[in-house]
C-alpha cells in the first residue's frame, strides 16, 4: 500500500511537472512569435512610402483633387442648412436637470444630422465626380469615414462641456470646468482626426500591407495615449460631479469611485490598445487584421456611462415627483440595456460576436453564456425594484397618520401595511433566488440539483422543527383572518399592548407601560382587539340629589354639539357626547352616565376635551359636582351618672 501510494504521488507531480513544462512552452512560443512579428513589421515598414507612391500613382489623375471638391461641396450644403435653421427665434430653456439634457440631446441630435447630411452630399457629389475606379472609392470613403467619425466625436464632447451654452450643457461642470473640458477635448479630437485621416489614406491606399503594420502600430499608440491624457485631465472635474463636497456624505464605494473612475477607464484603454496591437499585427487571425482599428470603444463606454448615470439621476427625480413605479422600474431596465449593448457593441470592435448562434470558440462561448446571465440579472434587479417601489408606494398611499391618545393604547393600523413587509420580503427573495438559478443555468451550471437539494433542506427543517411550522402557519391563519395590525392594541393569552412588528413566526407588542412583548403565533391564542372600527367610550359622574337631571342631560347635549364642531376632533369623534340620563343613585347623589364613539386611540383625547367642556357647562349653570361628606353629631352628655 505504501509503494502504490508514493507511486501514485509521484505520477502526480510527474503530470503537475508537465502541465508546468506546457505552459511555459506555449508562454515562450507566444513571445518568439510577438517577437518575429514586431521585427517583420519594422523591416516591412521602410517600404510604406514606396507602396503609397505606387498606390496614389496607380490612381486616376485628380483623384486627390475631385475627393477633396466632394467634401467641400457637402460641408457647404451642411454650413448652408445650418445658417438656415440659425435665423430662427431661441426657444428659452427653462432651469434644472431635465431641461438642460433635453436642449442638450436635441442639440446633439440636430447636429449629428448635420454631419449625417454632410456625409450624404459627400458620397453623393462623389459618385458624380470622382472616377470610376475601386481604388480611388476605397480611398474616398476610407477618409470620409475617418472625418465622419471624428467629428461625431468632437460633437458629442462639445455637448457634454458646452461651455458658451450652459443650459444645454449635458455635464454639471460649472464654467470654469466646462471651459477646461472643452480645451482637453479640442485637443483631443485634433489628435484623433490627424492619426484617422492618416490611417485611412493608408488603409485605403495599401489596405492590409505588411508595410503599414507599424504605421498602424504607432497610430495605436498615439490614440491610446491621446485618450488616456484626457481622462487624467478630466479625472478631478468629472470626480467633483460624482461626490459633490457640499453634498451628505455618501457611501464609501461612491467616494472611492469618485477618486478612481479615470484609472478604470485607463485599464480599459490599455486593453483596447493591446487587443488591436495584436490585430494589426495579425496575432488574431487576418480577419480580426483587416478590421483593426475600427471599434470606438472608449466612445461607447463613454457613452454608456453618461447613459446610465442620466437615468440613475432621472429615476431619483421621478422617485421624488412621485412618479409610477413601473416608470422608475423602466429606468433601472435602460441602465441594464445600455450596460449590455454596450459590452456587446465592445466586444464586436474587438472582433467577438457574443450572439452569434455557434460561437467560433470556447472564449466567444463564455461570454455569450455570461451576456445572457448579465440580461437575467438586469431583468431581475429590474423586476426587484419595481415590485418594491410598487409595494412601498401602497403602503403609504395607505399608511394614514397614526392616531395617538398619549395612552399608548394604539390606534386602528393598516391591513396593508401589516401585510405588506411580509409579502414584500417572499416576493424579493422569490424574484432573487429565481434570477440567481435562472443566471446560474445561463452560465451553464447544471441547477436541477441545487433545486433538489433545496427541497431535501426544507423536508428536513419541516420534519425537525414542528414548532417553527406551527408558529408560521398560525401567523398565516392569523393575517388572513385580519385579527390585528400593525399599530393596533391587542390583549392575547400571553401578553398585550400595541403591535410594533410582525414576523414571519412571532409578534411584538409594546406594553402601554413600556415593556415589549415577543409571543410566537402559536401561543397567542385568543385575540382581543382594542383598536379595530370603532370604541365607545363611557364614563359617569355625580351630582346633588337637588341637581335638576333633565337639565343635566341638556348641558350634556349642548357641549357634545359643541364638541362636534371642534376642529381639534375633526374625524376623530363618530357619535357625538350625550347623557345616558340618571342611570343610579348613590347615597344622596344622582349617577349621571355619559357615552360617545370614536376612533380608536383617539378616545382618551376626546375624553379629556369632554371633561374640560362639561366643567365649563356646569359651573355657567352654578352645578357643583358632588362629593361624599362625612357628618358627625355631637350628644349631649349632661345626663347624671348611673347608680
Same mark, same amino acid.
Given at each position: 500500500?505504501?509503494?502504490?501510494?508514493t507511486s501514485?504521488?509521484?505520477q502526480?507531480a510527474t503530470?503537475?511537472?508537465s502541465?508546468?513544462?506546457?505552459?511555459?512552452?506555449?508562454?515562450?512560443t507566444?513571445?518568439?512569435?510577438? +517577437?518575429?512579428t514586431l521585427?517583420?513589421a519594422a523591416?516591412?515598414a521602410?517600404g510604406?512610402?514606396g507602396?503609397?507612391?505606387?498606390a496614389f500613382?496607380?490612381?486616376?489623375?485628380?483623384t486627390?483633387f475631385?475627393?477633396a471638391?466632394?467634401m467641400?461641396?457637402g460641408y457647404?450644403?451642411?454650413?448652408?442648412l445650418?445658417?438656415?435653421l440659425?435665423?430662427r427665434?431661441?426657444?428659452?430653456?427653462?432651469?434644472?436637470?431635465e431641461?438642460?439634457?433635453?436642449a442638450?440631446l436635441?442639440? *446633439?441630435?440636430?447636429r449629428?444630422?448635420?454631419?449625417?447630411?454632410f456625409?450624404?452630399v459627400?458620397?453623393a457629389?462623389g459618385?458624380?465626380?470622382?472616377?470610376?475606379d475601386p481604388?480611388?472609392a476605397?480611398l474616398?470613403?476610407s477618409?470620409l469615414?475617418?472625418?465622419v467619425?471624428?467629428?461625431g466625436? =468632437?460633437?458629442?464632447?462639445?455637448?457634454l462641456?458646452?461651455?458658451?451654452?450652459p443650459?444645454?450643457?449635458?455635464?454639471?461642470?460649472?464654467?470654469?470646468?466646462?471651459?477646461?473640458?472643452a480645451?482637453a477635448?479640442?485637443i483631443?479630437?485634433?489628435?484623433?482626426?490627424?492619426?484617422g485621416?492618416?490611417?485611412?489614406?493608408?488603409?485605403?491606399?495599401?489596405?492590409?500591407?505588411?508595410?503599414?503594420?507599424?504605421?498602424?502600430?504607432?497610430f495605436?499608440?498615439a490614440?491610446?495615449?491621446?485618450?488616456g491624457?484626457?481622462f487624467?485631465?478630466?479625472r478631478e472635474d468629472v470626480?467633483?460631479?460624482?461626490q459633490p463636497k457640499?453634498?451628505a456624505?455618501?457611501?464609501?464605494?461612491?467616494?472611492f469611485a469618485?477618486?478612481?473612475?479615470a484609472?478604470?477607464f485607463?485599464?480599459?484603454?490599455? *486593453?483596447?490598445a493591446l487587443?488591436?496591437?495584436?490585430?494589426v499585427?495579425? *496575432?488574431?487571425?487576418?480577419?480580426?487584421r483587416?478590421g483593426?482599428?475600427?471599434?470606438?470603444?472608449?466612445?461607447t463606454t463613454?457613452?454608456?456611462s453618461l447613459?446610465?448615470?442620466? *437615468?440613475?439621476v432621472?429615476r431619483?427625480?421621478l422617485?421624488a415627483?412621485?412618479?409610477?413605479?413601473w416608470?422608475?422600474?423602466?429606468?433601472?431596465?435602460?441602465?441594464g440595456?445600455a450596460v449590455?449593448?454596450?459590452?456587446i457593441l465592445?466586444?464586436?470592435?474587438?472582433?467577438i460576436?457574443?450572439?452569434a448562434?455557434?460561437p467560433?470558440?470556447?472564449?466567444a462561448l463564455?461570454?455569450?453564456?455570461?451576456? +445572457?446571465a448579465?440580461?437575467?440579472?438586469?431583468?431581475?434587479?429590474?423586476?426587484w425594484?419595481?415590485?418594491? =417601489?410598487?409595494?412601498?408606494?401602497?403602503?403609504?398611499?395607505?399608511d394614514?397618520e397614526?392616531?395617538?391618545g398619549?395612552d399608548g393604547?394604539?390606534?386602528? #393600523?393598516?391591513r396593508?401595511?401589516?401585510?405588506?413587509?411580509?409579502?414584500?420580503g417572499?416576493?424579493?427573495? =422569490?424574484?432573487?433566488?429565481?434570477t440567481?438559478?435562472t443566471a446560474?443555468?445561463?452560465?451553464?451550471v447544471?441547477?436541477?440539483?441545487?433545486?433538489a437539494s433545496?427541497?431535501?433542506?426544507?423536508?428536513a427543517?419541516?420534519f425537525?422543527?414542528q414548532?417553527?411550522v406551527?408558529d408560521?402557519?398560525?401567523g398565516a391563519f392569523?393575517l388572513y383572518?385580519?385579527a390585528?395590525?400593525?399599530?393596533?392594541?391587542?390583549?392575547s393569552?400571553?401578553g398585550?399592548?400595541t403591535v410594533?412588528?410582525i414576523?414571519l413566526?412571532?409578534?411584538?407588542l409594546?406594553?402601554?407601560n413600556g415593556p415589549?412583548?415577543?409571543i410566537?403565533?402559536?401561543s397567542?391564542g385568543?385575540?382581543?382587539?382594542?383598536?379595530?372600527d370603532y370604541?365607545?367610550m363611557k364614563?359617569?359622574f355625580?351630582?346633588?340629589?337637588d341637581t335638576?337631571?333633565e337639565?343635566v342631560r341638556?348641558?350634556v347635549k349642548k357641549?357634545?354639539?359643541?364638541m362636534?364642531?371642534?376642529?381639534?376632533? +375633526? #374625524?376623530?369623534l363618530?357619535?357625538?357626547l350625550?347623557?345616558q340620563g340618571?342611570i343610579?343613585?348613590?347615597?344622596?347623589s344622582?349617577?349621571?352616565?355619559?357615552?360617545?364613539?370614536?376612533r380608536?386611540g383617539?378616545?382618551?383625547?376626546?375624553?379629556r376635551?369632554?371633561?374640560?367642556?362639561l366643567?365649563?357647562?356646569?359651573r355657567e349653570k352654578?352645578?357643583?359636582?358632588f362629593?361624599?361628606?362625612l357628618?358627625?353629631?355631637a350628644?349631649?352628655?349632661?345626663?347624671?351618672?348611673?347608680?
Open positions: 500500500m505504501e509503494n502504490e501510494s501514485g504521488a509521484a502526480e503530470a503537475i511537472g502541465d508546468v513544462a506546457a505552459t511555459e512552452s506555449q508562454i515562450t507566444s513571445i518568439v512569435q510577438l +517577437e518575429t521585427a517583420n523591416a516591412a521602410p510604406l512610402p507602396a503609397l507612391g505606387n500613382g496607380a490612381l486616376p489623375d485628380g486627390l475631385t475627393i471638391a466632394a467641400l461641396a457647404a450644403i451642411e454650413r448652408g445650418r445658417y438656415v440659425a435665423q427665434p431661441a426657444t428659452p430653456i427653462a432651469d434644472g436637470f431641461p438642460r439634457v433635453t442638450g436635441r442639440w *446633439l441630435a440636430g449629428l444630422l448635420m454631419i449625417a447630411l456625409a450624404f459627400t458620397r457629389v459618385r458624380m465626380i470622382v472616377p470610376a481604388a480611388a476605397r474616398g470613403l477618409v469615414a475617418a472625418i467619425f471624428t467629428r466625436i =468632437a460633437a458629442f464632447l462639445e455637448s462641456a458646452a461651455p458658451a451654452a443650459t444645454r450643457r449635458l455635464m454639471g461642470f460649472d464654467d470654469a470646468a466646462a471651459a477646461r473640458a480645451r477635448s479640442a483631443l479630437v485634433g489628435i484623433l482626426f490627424t492619426v485621416v492618416l490611417r485611412a489614406v493608408i488603409s485605403g491606399s495599401v489596405g492590409i500591407a505588411h508595410e503599414a503594420d507599424l504605421a498602424k502600430l504607432l495605436v499608440i490614440i491610446a495615449a491621446s485618450g491624457w484626457f487624467l485631465t478630466v470626480a467633483a460631479l460624482l457640499d453634498n456624505e455618501r457611501p464609501g464605494w461612491v467616494s469618485a477618486r478612481n473612475w484609472y478604470a485607463l485599464a480599459l484603454v490599455v *486593453l483596447d487587443i488591436k496591437a495584436a490585430a499585427l495579425g *496575432l488574431l487571425g487576418e480577419a480580426a483587416a483593426n482599428g475600427a471599434g470606438p470603444v472608449l466612445l463613454v457613452v454608456a447613459i446610465v448615470a442620466s *437615468l440613475n432621472w431619483k427625480s422617485d415627483a412621485g412618479a409610477s413605479p416608470a422608475q422600474g423602466a429606468t433601472v431596465m435602460g441602465e440595456i449590455i449593448a454596450a459590452a465592445i466586444l464586436g470592435f474587438w472582433g460576436n457574443p450572439l448562434p455557434e467560433t470558440s470556447g472564449f463564455l461570454i455569450s453564456a455570461a451576456l +445572457e448579465g440580461a437575467v440579472v438586469v431583468i431581475g434587479i429590474a423586476l425594484r419595481t415590485v418594491s =417601489a410598487l409595494l412601498v408606494d401602497a403602503e403609504e398611499e395607505d394614514d397614526e392616531p395617538d398619549g393604547m394604539g390606534g386602528e #393600523g393598516s396593508i401595511g401589516t401585510v405588506l413587509p411580509i409579502l414584500r417572499f416576493t424579493l427573495v =422569490a424574484i432573487g433566488v429565481t440567481a438559478l446560474l443555468a445561463a452560465l451553464g447544471n441547477i436541477g440539483p441545487l433545486v433545496a427541497g431535501v433542506v426544507g423536508l427543517v419541516g425537525g422543527a414548532k417553527l406551527a408560521v402557519i398560525s392569523y383572518e385580519d390585528f395590525r400593525v399599530g393596533e392594541y391587542i390583549v393569552g400571553e398585550k399592548g410594533e412588528r414576523s413566526r412571532s409578534v411584538t409594546r406594553h402601554h415589549i412583548y415577543t410566537p403565533f402559536s397567542m385568543t385575540i382581543q382587539n382594542h383598536s379595530r370604541v365607545v364614563f359617569r355625580q351630582v346633588p340629589e335638576d337631571v337639565m341638556k348641558l357641549a357634545g354639539a359643541e362636534a364642531v371642534d376642529p381639534e376632533l +375633526e #374625524g376623530k363618530l357619535a357625538p350625550k347623557s340618571a343610579g343613585i348613590e347615597g344622596r344622582f349617577v349621571i352616565g355619559c357615552k360617545f364613539t370614536a380608536p383617539t378616545q382618551f383625547i376626546i375624553r376635551k369632554a371633561y374640560v367642556v366643567q365649563k357647562a356646569l352654578g352645578i357643583e359636582l362629593a361624599p361628606q357628618t358627625l353629631a350628644e349631649e352628655l349632661a345626663k347624671p351618672a348611673m347608680p
